[in-house]
T-cell receptor
Framework: AQSVSQHNHHVILSEAASLELGCNYSYGGTVNLFWYVQYPGQHLQLLLKYFSGDPLVKGIKGFEAEFIKSKFSFNLRKPSVQWSDTAEYFCAVNGASQGQNFVFGPGTRLSVLP | DAGITQSPRYKITETGRQVTLMCHQTWSHSYMFWYRQDLGHGLRLIYYSAAADITDKGEVPDGYVVSRSKTENFPLTLESATRSQTSVYFC??????????FGPGTRLTVL
């Protein structure tokens, strides 16, 4: 069975600090990879996605992620976080054999201190 | 506005009662999904539907029933609610670029 792990349960940063959230998945075939963000009290919104091509993808709000196939990783980064980035971040994987099913990681809660 | 709506947004019910959560999308996306979100588990897929009258089980289907008589609606029914079904439920649809779009969620409490 496929799975997605996220390295940190809760990350606390000060404004302007750099951010990296880890995501690893277990699946040997072709995958589509996603990062979603959930602001407090809101629904999940797409931050960025990777299907193919350049392994460094840029998303909204200054976020980017790098797909490293050999490490089965898709880490999310942002050079300078803001208080408004406080949210929960979910990594998700959709493998070819899963059909339309997504597998989500458990989420990482990010708290940015002003 | 176009998008996914869920109703009710909040629901409190008692053990053993039947509860139906509604989901409506305006995009005419073929695929729709129901997830539950629990602390420490992220999102887990309950059921999904590839089209009207086509549904299939996800990771945690027990205790839930779905139907999809129309493309735009995908209701989720808890036939006899249990406390373990207290959760936040999200409906989603899949767009043409394989991206899932989520509704605002329904917070369900089973007493």
């Amino acid at each position: 069975a496929q799975s997605v792990s996220q390295h940190n349960h809760h990350v606390i940063l000060s404004e302007a600090a750099s951010l990296e959230l880890g995501c690893n998945y277990s699946y040997g075939g072709t995958v589509n990879l996603f990062w979603y963000v959930q602001y407090p009290g809101q629904h999940l919104q797409l931050l960025l996605k990777y299907f193919s091509g350049d392994p460094l993808v840029k998303g909204i709000k200054g976020f980017e992620a790098e797909f490293i196939k050999s490490k089965f990783s898709f880490n999310l980064r942002k050079p300078s976080v803001q208080w408004s980035d406080t949210a929960e971040y979910f990594c998700a994987v959709n493998g070819a054999s899963q059909g339309q099913n997504f597998v989500f990681g458990p989420g990482t809660r990010l708290s940015v201190l002003p | 506005d176009a998008g996914i709506t869920q109703s009710p947004r909040y629901k409190i019910t008692e053990t053993g009662r039947q509860v139906t959560l509604m989901c409506h999308q305006t995009w005419s996306h073929s695929y729709m999904f129901w997830y539950r979100q629990d602390l420490g588990h992220g999102l887990r897929l309950i059921y999904y539907s590839a089209a009207a009258d086509i549904t299939d089980k996800g990771e945690v289907p027990d205790g839930y029933v779905v139907s999809r008589s129309k493309t735009e609606n995908f209701p989720l029914t808890l036939e006899s609610a249990t406390r373990s079904q207290t959760s936040v439920y999200f409906c989603a649809s899949r767009g043409p670029t394989d991206t899932q779009y989520f509704g605002p969620g329904t917070r369900l409490t089973v007493l």
